[in-house]
């Protein structure tokens, strides 16, 4: 649920309470109910998420234990395009023209790549190191 929304439904509830509910007592029950019905919405909501983060979990463990390359390999395959994209884009673009013009050769341009793989690459960097932090518990 959006939270934005959450103070205009809590300001309209409290209206359609104050309307129903004019004794004090009864309005505190069923503002009590009210946040207890929320509250175990957010939890319904929090355990889906987790039970969908677990599955997933399951899935990449049998891509990863399957004995088929072209499952269990592509993950490796997108971490090393990731080194090579860097190795390029921050080793070999600024070091062959110098290397070339030093040598006396004319180079053109070389393309520039994006910085989105950066962040391609510090995600998998990030899981990872959570990885490594699972092995370091026992978790393996």
Same mark, same amino acid.
């Given at each position: ?44 909501? $929090?355990?889906?998420? *987790?039970?969908? !983060?677990?599955?997933? =979990?399951?899935?990449?463990?049998? #891509? ?27 080793? $070999?673009?600024?070091? *062959?023209?110098? !290397?070339?013009?030093? =040598?006396?050769?004319?180079?053109? #341009? ?15 960097l990030g899981f990872g190191g959570l990885r490594t932090y699972d092995k370091k518990r026992g978790n393996?």
């Amino acid at each position: 649920m959006n939270p934005l929304l959450l103070p205009g439904i809590f300001d309209m509830a409290g209206k359609m309470l104050d309307r129903f509910f004019p004794d004090p007592t009864e309005r505190a029950k069923a503002e009590f109910e009210m946040v207890k019905m929320q509250q175990e919405g957010a939890f319904k909501e $929090l355990d889906a998420q *987790l039970q969908m !983060a677990l599955a997933q =979990a399951r899935i990449n463990e049998a #891509e990863a234990n399957n004995s088929n390359p072209w499952v269990s390999g592509w993950r490796p395959a997108v971490g090393w395009i990731g080194v090579a994209t860097l190795a390029y884009q921050y080793l $070999l673009r600024p070091m *062959l023209p110098w !290397a070339f013009s030093a =040598a006396g050769h004319a180079v053109p #341009e070389l393309p520039e790549l994006d910085d989105g793989m950066w962040e391609m690459v510090a995600l998998m960097l990030g899981f990872g190191g959570l990885r490594t932090y699972d092995k370091k518990r026992g978790n393996a």
